[in-house]
Each structure stands twice: as C-alpha cells, then as structure tokens.
C-alpha cells in the first residue's frame, strides 16, 4: 500500500481545513466530508437495527418527512455523493459543518423521523444547498443544484420548503455553536486513535486529472445559468 493511503487524518488538520481550506492550494477533497460520511453512515446503521429491534411494533412516521423519500434507492455511497456535491458546487468545508448541524436540529425536532438508505441523498442534498445558502455570499441556483444531486428543480424546490417549514426555519449559527459541531467532528475523528481514510483518500493522478475537468465544467455551468 502506499504511504499516502496509510495516512490518518488528524484532529489539527481537520479544524486547518474548516477554518483555511483553499481551492487553489489544496487540490484534494475537504477532510469534513469524509468524516460527515462516516458519521451518516452510522447513523443509518443504527437506524436499522432500531428498526429490526422494533419489527414487532408500529413505527409512527410524520407524512411531511416522506418528502425525502425516493421510489429508488441511488446506487451512489454517502461518501462518493457528497465528493460529488463538493466537486460541482466547491461549497466551502464550513457549510458541511453548518449542514451537519442542521441535520442535527432537523432530527431532534423531527424524532420519527430517521436518515437510511432511500432519504439520505435527497436529505443530504437538501441540507448541503440551504447551509450554502446561509454560509457562502455566492451561490448556484437550486436549478444547479438540482442537477448536481440529480433531481428536477421542482424537486428540490420542494424539498427545500418542507425542510425550512419542518426545521422552524431555525437557520441561524452563531460562533459557539459552529465550534462546538467543529470540536465533534474532531472527537469523531480522534476516535481509536485516528480515523484512517484508506478509502477515502484518492490518489494525486486521479485528483489531478479531476480538476482540469471541473475547471472546464464549472466555467460552463456559470455561463449556463
């Protein structure tokens, strides 16, 4: 294996990509997304198991959370569809942290409601582009958006409107809270000793290749639209 893939990501690193993560200096992918995976994914783990563990009984569901439900579950991981979302959006490494602490409001309003395998992407999505919305002073359209997480604007349209109307439209971050998600997503990440991203990191000829692409792709897009 090689040495870049033995690699762990570490705490300090994780706060320098939040806080000084530049688009011309780093060429790879924000650490933040690979560790919001990862916490996701568990968190649909659990979920499951709290399903499986309450089969015999009627779990209750609120109808305006099945918004986010797809007829077919996208055959994309967590980790390879927020990529993508950073890939074609560049959405800074402080609006994944933002969007997981909306994840977090949303759930503890919403307690039926439970992040698995058919909601998450149209979740996530949605979260990623409302905390755009609220961190960054630029943005794409939803329309943008939309294609990026391979919906149709009315969908995400929608989708955004029953997320604000279901989250109380309660947005607002202020410091102490964006640093108390930051110290979090650190702990997450000094768990065991380091969280190592064997599959997570890309190797640098396939970073490379990406980014002329992406140049040439977002430049289009900004025409486009």
Known sequence: MPPALSLAISPRKLRSDVYSYSYQRDSSTPLVISVLASLIERTMVRNERLVKDCSSLELTRDARTRVFDCHKTPDMTIQSYLERIFRYTRAGPSVYVVAYVYIDRFCQGNPVFRINARNVHRFLITAIMVAS???????????????????????????????????????HVNVS???????????????????????????????????????RYNQIARIML
């Open 133 to 171: 919305k609220y961190v960054e002073d630029m943005n794409y359209r939803n329309s943008y958006f939309a294609r990026v997480g391979g919906l149709t604007t009315y969908e995400l349209n929608k989708l955004e409107l029953e997320f604000l109307f279901l989250m109380g439209f309660k947005l």
């Open 177 to 215: 809270v964006f640093e108390s998600y930051c110290c979090h997503l650190e702990r997450e990440v000094s768990v065991g000793g380091g969280y190592h991203i064997e599959t997570t990191l890309r190797c640098a000829e396939e970073i490379k290749s990406k980014q002329n692409e992406d140049r």
